[in-house]
């Protein structure tokens, strides 16, 4: 449960940090948009983990995907390589425990 609500503040955070760094405004608004999704999803795995598993599982392989296709095109880690191994780790963890 840890796991998943520091990714979910991670997110948050990059999201905004995108914002205030480059007044990238998708990335405030992915950025808090996908941190709550996955918030909700480990507050929804107390009473439905099915469904909450669920969610996470799709918000972190779309971020997987979609992070995973940035950092490989531009090759820098910060941010698209860390958001990328990140959503690896509790897409598998939320995986396993599915």
Do not use: C, D, H, W
Not at 14 to 42: C, D, F
Not at 50 to 68: D, E, H, K, P
Not at 77 to 91: E, K, Q
């Amino acid at each position: 449960m840890i796991l998943l609500y520091s990714y979910a503040v991670i997110l948050i955070l990059g999201g905004a940090i995108g914002y205030l760094k480059s007044a990238s405004t998708p990335s405030l608004v992915m950025g808090l948009l996908s941190g709550l999704l996955v918030a909700y999803g480990a507050s929804l795995t107390s009473t439905n983990k099915r469904q909450g598993n669920q969610l996470i599982m799709l918000v972190s392989l779309g971020l997987l995907i979609f992070m995973g296709m940035r950092f490989y095109n531009s090759q820098k880690f910060m941010p698209a390589g860390l958001v990328s191994l990140f959503s690896l780790i509790v897409f598998a963890k939320t995986y396993f425990e599915y």
